[in-house]
């Protein structure tokens, strides 16, 4: 079996350096792009392809200092994960969207394909750094390879690429190193993925090693989990409290999972990822110990 190492920090910051958003290189797109509707995260209703009202001429967000402030915190969330530059730069050759409804068209329809395949380099990238030489190894190169060239095809192969299909494909090889990564942790937590545990009371929860792949934490309490070596892959977070939690070595997250999260300076955090401005600078009184299993008995 393909054995598994720690990722190294170094390592997975440099690799993913290319899959932070610029948005110097971009026109805008998730600004424009998608429809939005008024809500608690966006103060106004915007549809497909209509450039949002605070989008300044230089492509920049004229309120990005405040969003949090005036009901926007929805575009605090979002990141494209380099999707927008590589679409305005290599497959539209630093076209711009303004210059007319073709542009227009084909930059809106090739984003939301960008932005899948940026998440699956994400997440690939990170699988590389977790294992050794192996089956799996090379499953995981290939599929990285392959997903690096799609997002250099042409808009019209991009479009009529099957992204959901290929996002499928990924997941399964993206389960496969989950399992062997997390089969290294002893009398790991049980499975839980895709539960619904919104507004769960999982306040010192041991999900040491556990999968919460595509579960519903919305609102959830877990203040002081073990959530180390966790399968995080789609889990829904927000809002949910992570003041005190142990994120170290938790598979698949994205920044965006913790930006619509609660934390604050004692959550440890996955390798490669920040501490979102918004989160605050304290600590939440937390008894670890709760969080780690007895010894196991022989
Ligand atoms: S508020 Fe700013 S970041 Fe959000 S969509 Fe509008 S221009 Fe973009």
Redesign the pocket.
Known sequence: MTAPRPADPADLATLRADLAADCSRCV?L??VAPA?AASAD?ALD?PAGRP?????ADSR????AR?RDIG?P??TVFDCLGAGQRVTQHTMGGRDWREGPEVAATMFAVFPVMRQLTELLWHLTEAGTLLTDGPLATAVEAARVRTEAHTLAPAPDLLALDAGGWRREVGELLGQVSDAVRAEVPGRARDRRGADLMGAALRGADLHGASLRGAYLIGADLRGADLRRTDLLGADLRAADLRGADLTGALFVVQPQLTAAIGDAGTRLPTGLARPGHWSTGTTDVDRSRTRRPPRRR
């Not at 949002?52 to 300044?56: A, D, G, R, T």
């Not at 967000?61 to 990005?64: K, T």
């Open positions: 805008g998730c600004c939005f966006f915007k949002c009202p605070n989008l300044q967000c004229g309120v990005h969003l926007f929805g575009c």
